[in-house]
Every structure is written in C-alpha cells, then in structure tokens.
C-alpha cells in the first residue's frame, strides 16, 4: 500500500488577474508539475492585492494541506505586499534575509541598489529562501508555504527549484480517448464503466471543434493496469455503440 | 455619491483544471465582463469533481458576495455533479425543470433523449434557467449564485445571457503606461505616486520581452479624472528620471 500522496493548494495573488487584465497561467503550470511529481493539487485561488485576504486565504490553505504555493506580490513595487502578508499569517516579523540583501547588492551597480529593491530581501523570520537560475530576487519558504514570483518565467524557475524538495508520490497516469459522437450518446456507459472501475476517475470534456461535437475522455489513476483496463472497457463499450473514437495519448 | 459597486466570486469547477489537463480561460472572460460591468471581482477558486469541496465554497462565496459565478459540471455524464451540489449547498431538492426537459426533448430525435441527456434538465427547486444562444442545455439561477457551462463558447453565450440582469456599477477605468526600465528604478516614484492619489490603484506588472525588461503601469479608478492625473504624475515623474515610456492603452 503506497503512502497517501502529499496534497497541494495554490494562491495566486494579484489585482491584475481580477481585473481580467492578466490571463492567469502559473495556475496551469503548477498544477501539471505536481501531476508529474504525484502530488495532489486540491485547490486554487485567486485573491487581490489586499494583506487580510491574503492572511486569511493562506491561513486557510495552510492549515488544510500539505503544501501551499503562492505566485504574484514578491517584487520592489508598492503594491507587493505578499511577503508582509505571510509575515502576518504566520505571526512573525519580517527582515532583511543577509544572504538576499548581499545576492541583490552584487546585482546592481554602486548607487542603483534603492530601498525599494532592497524590499526585495525582506522575509518573514525564520523563512528559507527559495533561489532560481532566472531572478536574482528570490523566492522563499515557511512552514509549508512556497512563495514564488508571479512573472511566469521566473515562477516556473523557482518551481524547478521546489520540485525536487516535496515529498513525491506515484504519479497520476493518465490516457485519453478521443470520441466521435456527443456527450449523452455514450453517458449512460460511461457512468456504467466508471461503477466498475472505482480505482480511477473517468473525465468526459466535450468539445465543439471544425463543426463538430466530441468529446475526450480521460481515464486517470496511480495503478497503470486498472488505468489501462478501464481504458480498454470505454473502447469496448464504444465499439459496441458503434461510435468512431481513438486513444489519443497515455501517458 | 456612486452605489457602492455589486461584489462577486467565480467558482471553477472541475478536476481537469486542477490536473493541469486543461488552461482555464473561463475566469479570465468573467473577469473582463464584470469591469466592464462595474462589478468587483474580489475572489475566484477552483475546485475539483467532489460535492463536499463545491458545496463548502458555494456557501462560503454566497454568503460573502452579492454573485458568485460557477462554470463547469452541468453536462450529462457521471462527473457532471454541480446542479446535485448546488441544490445541497442551498438546502433543496433536486428535480427536472418542465421547461428545460421540453427545450432538451424538442432538440433530440425520437428516442435520442435518453435519461442521461434528461440530466441536463435537473435544476435545484427554486432555480431559474439561464438560456443562451449557443447549447439547448440551459444553465441556472438559484439565489445570488448563476451555474454555467465550463465549455468556454457556452459559458460566454450564458454570461452574455445574465450580464443585463446584474446591478451595474460605475466601470472601473484604466490607463497603461509602458515603461522601458526595471521596476527597482521607478519604485520609489511610483509608491510616491500611490500616497498621493489613493482613490486609484497603480499596479506595475514587469515583463521580459525581446531580451529587454520593461514594466507596464496601470492606473486603474472609478473617476475618470482621478485616473488621469495619477497618470500624468506618473509621467512627468518618469520624464524627471530620464526613463523612456509611452501611453498604450486607455479605457
């Protein structure tokens, strides 16, 4: 029996994904990330540039899951203010991190390292930081809160740093069927599949594509037999309501 | 003095957000209608497949905001659950809806109309159906709370359909400023700025593009001539340290 595998929250912070201005996707990258390292990913939110709601959403996350991983509010602006707010979730002060303050000094020029970049050293006690091959700014870690930037290439470098440090679990497999007919045609055996296959999860997404109705299906589970099996009932089941389909991926 | 602004929350619904399967564009698209409605967007989440997740944040975002809009799980298959979890996150029974099973039955040939399809017909007791001009299956209605579509071409037809019925606000405007330096050089500027005009919000959002890094500002109010003169003090504050920019949008 394998360990129950690590579960995994996501706050994004930012008045810019609020707004609509910004079209989230660390959200997307994060999420495909922990699928790999078979941890799983519960939940996402998505809160504003506003310190008690960003208390009270890592407050909440926190407490609930084994991980916590934030993107957005970590840069010199004013209205970066992530890493007071986790000082405050936590209840601890916040400071310049020596090694952060040297590592920007050595970034910029005698005269051009300002106060303001110099917020960018600022964690809250006790944190860890979290260094990235792309940002000399970096992230940081308390508790089981990872703080990491919202620009999407810096994220995913600090992302590439986290990975290896989380507990991993059995990967979630997954293998998708790419079905020539609507929906409802094939629900009713689906649903029959899924009660016979309650190791794994059965996803059915429609789609509208060139004028047509599909739909994928999407088997997903840790054991790549009962995967595989469920996977060769759906086609069966298809066959027999003689509906065109193919497998398209596994993985 | 304005009403103050009608308040909302977006739930996403759905495993295969939180897999990382699929890019969720829905949130981005509520967004952008709700600022041109004038009404705050203050939070979303993202939730998978599972009643007691969906039912616990349709209560906690119901009771906090004047809307809560949900996309996703409204289809005919198993995982379709989120007409089952809304009806018992309002405390009410579930049953099909007379005018969406004749809407469904007049869209399917004989015998075509299976119960599964019929599924789509299931509405909290209490629920008003939101039509729209894309998908037969109707969304809906119960309370402050609208279930739509996770397909993206039906939820934008569904918020097309209950964008009129929602209480307007004053839109919020917004100007962007392109800037060609880091944020560490104009951040002190900026937060001067920000003290100084507190009825508007500057956001400054970094990029790297094309090897340069560069720094969008955006001003964003409810007052159109508040918006301005932030705008203009940021610029002749970036005009004072020499930093080349240009307005690109206004709105």
Same mark, same amino acid.
């Given at each position: 029996?394998p360990?129950?595998?690590?579960?995994?929250?996501? /706050?994004?912070?930012?008045?810019?994904?609020?707004?609509?201005? %910004?079209?989230?996707?660390? @959200?997307?990258?994060?999420?495909?990330?922990?699928?790999?390292?078979?941890?799983?990913?519960?939940?996402?939110?998505?809160?504003? !540039?506003? *310190?008690?709601?960003?208390?009270?959403?890592?407050?909440?996350?926190? !407490?609930?899951? !084994?991980?916590?991983? @934030?993107?957005?509010?970590?840069?010199?602006?004013?209205?970066?203010?992530?890493?007071?707010?986790?000082?405050?979730?936590?209840?601890?002060?916040?400071?310049?991190?020596?090694?952060?303050?040297?590592?920007?000094?050595?970034?910029?020029?005698?005269?051009?390292?300002?106060?303001?970049?110099?917020?960018?050293?600022?964690?809250?006690?006790?944190?860890? /930081?979290?260094?990235?091959?792309?940002? %000399?700014?970096?992230?940081?870690?308390?508790?089981?809160?990872?703080?990491?930037?919202?620009?999407?290439?810096?994220?995913?470098?600090?992302?590439?740093?986290?990975?290896?440090?989380?507990?991993?679990?059995a990967?979630v497999l997954? @293998?998708?069927?790419?079905?020539?007919?609507?929906?409802?045609?094939?629900?009713?055996? /689906?649903?029959?599949? *899924?009660?016979?296959h309650?190791t794994v999860?059965?996803?059915?997404?429609?789609?509208?594509?060139?004028?047509?109705?599909?739909? *994928?299906?999407?088997?997903?589970g840790r054991d790549g037999a009962e995967v595989e099996a469920a996977?060769?009932?759906?086609?069966?089941?298809?066959?027999?309501?003689?509906?065109?389909?193919?497998?398209? %991926? @596994?993985?």
């Open positions: 029996m360990d129950t595998p690590a579960t995994a929250a996501i /706050l994004v912070i930012g008045d810019e994904i609020l707004s609509g201005r %910004t079209q989230d996707t660390n @959200t997307n990258h994060i999420a495909k990330t922990l699928a790999v390292l078979g941890v799983d990913l519960k939940e996402a939110r998505v809160v504003g !540039d506003d *310190q008690d709601e960003i208390v009270a959403a890592v407050n909440a996350l926190r !407490d609930r899951y !084994d991980y916590v991983f @934030t993107t957005g509010g970590i840069g010199p602006t004013h209205d970066d203010i992530t890493a007071d707010a986790i000082a405050a979730a936590f209840g601890v002060e916040i400071d310049y991190h020596p090694e952060a303050l040297a590592m920007l000094a050595a970034r910029y020029k005698p005269g051009e390292f300002n106060d303001m970049r110099k917020r960018m050293a600022r964690v809250p006690l006790g944190a860890e /930081l979290v260094k990235n091959s792309v940002s %000399t700014a970096p992230g940081f870690k308390i508790g089981n809160v990872y703080v990491m930037a919202g620009v999407p290439m810096v994220m995913r470098a600090m992302m590439e740093a986290i990975a290896p440090t989380l507990r991993h679990g990967p997954s @293998t998708t069927i790419s079905v020539e007919a609507g929906e409802g045609k094939i629900a009713e055996g /689906l649903a029959r599949t *899924q009660r016979d309650q999860a059965i996803g059915s997404y429609p789609f509208y594509r060139d004028d047509k109705f599909g739909v *994928q299906l999407v088997v997903r996977a060769r009932a759906i086609e069966a089941m298809l066959v027999e309501l003689a509906v065109s389909h193919a497998r398209v %991926t @596994t993985q």
